[in-house]
């Protein structure tokens, strides 16, 4: 620890090192939150339901099932189609398409902001090493010359922890950065999946009202010939 704090006296580098690994902890914690307690849902079941409602035609309980969870790109998506469902199958595609659109933003959140921080840190480790070497050859050089081996192995040690901090700050934000992006992507395939559901769900459902209407005329025609034969 003595050494540490040695390090950070000496080498200006640790401080943005220091910097950025609390950056990354920080987008890492506030993304890994949003996608385990508000983008995620358990499809199967909320799909199961959205069926079951549409299929009866509840649409406004259905929407207020997707209601419940606002933050969900998957309700949001599932919304859009049902508040049009109504409207033309073109119109429905395009409400879905938007929606889906304006969920990646939310997915993806600053999750681009990890690659760079790890890149941007590994760097910041290799100038602060190099720099240091530079300034303890320097030393070395003015220095007495029973004191030169003890000065330069001192000096590279410090100089090496920039080098050491940059990579272990570079690491964990990689990782992080591989595991949100696929948390991610996993949930926009899910919505993908779902929202081609729904619009079969809106298609069966426009069809069946259809049939209903096409089978009203052929109701009305039998009154006036049950009437006629009364007669």
């Known amino acids: 620890m003595e050494t540490l704090l040695n390090a950070f006296s000496h080498s200006i580098f640790l401080y943005p090192v220091s910097l950025c690994g609390l950056l990354a902890f920080g987008i890492t914690v506030e993304h890994l939150v949003y996608l385990v307690f508000f983008a995620r849902l358990n499809t199967t079941s909320f799909m199961q339901s959205i069926q079951r ?9 259905a929407i207020h099932t997707c209601l419940s969870a606002p933050r969900a ?10 508040q049009n469902a109504d409207a033309e199958p073109r119109t429905i595609e395009l409400a879905v398409e938007q929606a889906t659109l304006d969920a990646v933003p ?8 990890l690659a760079t921080i790890a890149n941007v840190v ?11 070497l530079i300034q303890s050859f320097d030393a070395v050089a003015q220095a007495n010359p ?20 940059g990579i272990a700050v ?8 591989a595991f949100l ?12 999946r779902s929202a081609l559901k729904v619009l079969l769900m809106l298609e069966a459902r426009r069809k069946g009202r259809a049939g209903l209407v096409a089978e009203q005329p052929a109701v009305e025609m039998i009154e006036p010939v049950q009437m006629a034969e009364q007669g």
């Open 122 to 132: 590994t760097m910041f480790g290799l100038l602060g090493t190099i720099v240091g």
């Open 146 to 165: 029973e004191d030169k081996q003890t000065m330069l192995a001192a000096g590279i040690a410090i100089a090496m922890y920039t080098t050491a901090g």
């Open 73 to 82: 790109p998957l309700a949001n998506v599932v919304k859009a189609a049902l």
């Open 170 to 177: 570079a690491i964990p934000t990689l990782a992080a950065h």
């Open 181 to 192: 992006v696929h948390r991610g992507n996993r949930i926009l395939d899910d919505v993908d």
């Open 106 to 113: 939310s997915l993806q959140g600053r999750i681009g902001y």
């Open 53 to 61: 409602l549409v299929l009866a035609d509840e649409l406004d309980r």
